[in-house]
């Protein structure tokens, strides 16, 4: 009840001076606004740029092929099928050219690929079915379209089982792709995807120049990928004929740089919130200065010590509390108008960064007022009721 | 009752040492009515400040109601500055951005009483002093009379047993002078210990008692007289 009243008399101080207190304010306000708005923003990038990266496959070793000295043979990749480390393997090859259907045509992506190439990368069908074992060993005629391709090669329906014409041979389509959100480059919607065997004759190209392999978890992943080094190092004598990416790995490290990022960017806002504090502190020392007759009054009418330290104490956590909350509300505000501009990233506050930065002003608060409250605290009452 | 022994307050100022107290030594019963007069820079603040537990004697020691003061802590100090004592002080010393209501009230908040308990105190206590249609008036909304008497409502609201008045009448008018000086003689008729510090002979002669000071010492003394 006491505590009661001493808040009461506390936020009437704090109204009662109110440029003063704004201006004291500031300091935790921009230090607020600064680290939940630097979090923020880091933050949210991050997340989406690893979300887009888990699509594209976070947990898949992709390799390409570029020397073209030695050729590595779908046969060849037998001992890599049979590794305990590897759960899937899919191999392609891939080249551009023109699809017809009807008087509809397209410069299309052409990828060669074997059933694994579904599975590992998670696709799903419209409609049809995907390709198989048997399409690649007989070399049919057969491919599964992306949701673009179909849209514009047929705009009037259904393609399944139409035929798309591409370098003078017919394909009959068994498969429609569930049009996917586009990332950047690596997208399937404007591909055709065709038996393995087929592409290798269509492009000449006998040699297969992507692998996409995954893994059971990380630490097989790994293993994964150093027995496939070990593998190509063998096949190919020229290192650089060939690059192997571990997207788990990427996206680590990326996480690490990304962390560290916020933490530096948090640690220099940090600083402002410290001079917001000190701002505090000189305030209430120069406020408590200005009031010693009125402290001298309190304590003359009895006022106990920590009657007077729990007045000022109330005042500093106050001013920065609410400081906290402005800066905090300022930078919604500011997410929110930046989320209108840029739409490629949505900025939210973490529940976390909020709460870390209204304890952080809290702290602030009650750090730098304590010096200030006790100072007032430990005036003689005499000293205090004579002071000029 | 106040008991004072041999009470000394020195400062040292620079080189010069000040015998603002220079060994005095009193008794005032309860339901006295005291009045203390004496030269300007006599003592007669200091003294008051030490027996209304603002200030510490350097030497000497000072007893009220047996209770011996040297040995309170800080906090038994503002208990027995809160519930025994209360003060009217020449300049007033109201808390100027709160009313009459809530200077009044302040005393009561430090004692811990209950809200309606403490409605009831404040508008008795302005009742008292006529205030009771100057409530939400702030210090600077009142005459000089009239915050006088807020102050005065503010150190009977905690119905305390001892009431020190230095100088209550310095700054004030005739009229409200008068005004004052009758509140302070309810108070004595009402069974309250009073020890008035004043200037006027006159009103230092409506008192019981009357003690002089002189240089930091008791020079005369009419003697306890509770009957008046
Ligand atoms: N804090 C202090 N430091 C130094 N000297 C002081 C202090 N307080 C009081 N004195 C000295 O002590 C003496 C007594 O002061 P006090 O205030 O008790 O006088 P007083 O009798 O109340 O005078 P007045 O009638 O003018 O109010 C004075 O000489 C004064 O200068
Ligand atoms: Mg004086």
């Not at chain 1, 049919?140 to 673009?148: K, P, S, T, Y």
């Not at chain 1, 329906?157 to 792709?177: P, S």
């Not at chain 1, 729990?310 to 906290?324: A, D, H, R, T, Y």
């Not at chain 2, 001892?162 to 002078?177: C, V």
């Amino acid at each position: 009840m006491k505590l009661r009243q001493s808040i009461k008399m506390a936020i009437s101080a704090v109204f009662s001076n109110k440029m003063r207190s704004f201006l004291t304010m500031l300091g935790i306000i921009i230090g607020v606004l600064s680290v939940t708005l630097l979090i923020s923003i880091v933050q949210s990038g991050t997340g989406t740029i690893t979300d887009a990266m888990s699509t594209l496959g976070g947990d898949q070793i992709t390799v390409s092929i570029t020397g073209n000295q030695k050729r590595l043979l779908y046969y060849e990749l037998d001992s890599l099928k049979s590794n305990e480390n590897i759960t899937a393997l899919a191999p392609y090859i891939s080249g551009r050219s023109t699809a017809k259907a009807g008087n509809h045509s397209k410069e299309v992506n052409i990828y060669g690929v074997t059933k694994e190439y579904f599975s590992i990368n998670n696709l799903k069908l419209t409609n049809g079915r995907f390709l198989s074992e048997l399409d690649r060993e007989y070399s049919l005629q057969v491919c599964v379209i992306g949701a673009e391709v179909a849209k514009e090669l047929f705009p009037y329906g259904d393609g399944v089982n139409q035929t798309i014409r591409i370098q003078g041979k017919d394909f009959r389509i068994v498969g429609i792709l569930e049009e996917e959100d586009e990332y950047a480059m690596n997208s399937n919607n404007q591909r055709i995807f065709i038996p393995l065997t087929n592409a290798q004759r269509i492009f000449q190209q006998m040699g297969i120049t992507n692998l996409v392999l995954t893994s059971e978890n990380k630490t097989t992943l790994k293993r994964a990928q150093s027995d496939l080094a070990d593998f190509l190092k063998a096949k190919f004598t020229e290192k650089d004929s060939y690059t192997i990416i571990n997207m788990s790995e990427i996206m680590d490290m990326m996480g690490t740089v990304m962390n560290t990022l916020s933490l530096m960017l948090g640690g220099i806002a940090g600083i402002s919130l410290l001079v917001g504090g000190i701002g505090i502190m000189n305030i209430m020392l120069v406020s408590v200065t200005e009031r010693t007759r009125e402290i001298g009054i309190r304590k003359a009418i009895g006022a106990q010590r920590s009657d007077i330290t729990i007045q000022f104490m109330i005042e500093s956590i106050f001013i920065s509390l609410m400081g906290g909350m402005i800066g905090m509300l300022l930078s919604i505000v500011i997410l929110h108008v930046l989320n209108l501009f840029v739409t490629e990233v949505h900025f939210v506050i973490s529940p976390s960064v909020a709460l870390l930065a209204l304890s952080f002003s809290i702290a602030v608060g009650l750090i730098f007022g304590i010096y200030p409250a006790n100072k007032a605290a430990r005036l003689k009452p005499i000293n205090a009721l004579r002071y000029e | 009752m106040i008991e004072l022994k041999n009470i000394r307050k020195i400062y040292q100022v620079g080189e010069e040492e000040v015998r603002a107290l220079d060994g005095v030594t009193l008794t005032v019963e309860d339901h006295e009515f005291v009045a203390i007069y004496g030269m300007s820079g006599s003592g007669k603040s200091t003294l008051m400040n030490i027996i209304g537990c603002l200030d510490t004697a350097d030497e000497g020691s000072y007893f009220i109601d047996g209770q011996n003061v040297m040995d309170l802590s800080e906090h038994s100090l503002a208990v027995m500055r809160n519930k025994k004592i209360g003060f009217i002080f020449q300049q007033f010393n109201l808390l100027p951005k709160l009313t009459a209501y809530e200077n009044v009230e302040l005393p009561l908040i430090y004692q811990g009483l209950p809200a309606r308990e403490r409605k009831t105190r404040v508008e008795e206590s302005l009742r008292k002093v006529g205030l009771e249609n100057r409530m939400y008036h702030r210090p600077n909304q009142l005459s000089g009379g009239q915050q006088q008497r807020v102050a005065v409502a503010r150190a009977l609201a905690t119905h305390p047993s001892l009431i020190l008045a230095d100088e209550p009448t310095g700054n004030l008018d005739s009229k409200s002078s008068r005004d004052i000086m009758n509140l302070i003689h309810d108070l004595h008729k009402q069974g309250n210990t009073i020890m008035l510090i004043t200037h006027d002979h006159s009103i230092a002669a409506e008192a019981g008692r009357q003690i002089r000071i002189m240089d930091g010492k008791i020079v005369s003394d009419t003697g306890s007289n509770p009957a008046v």
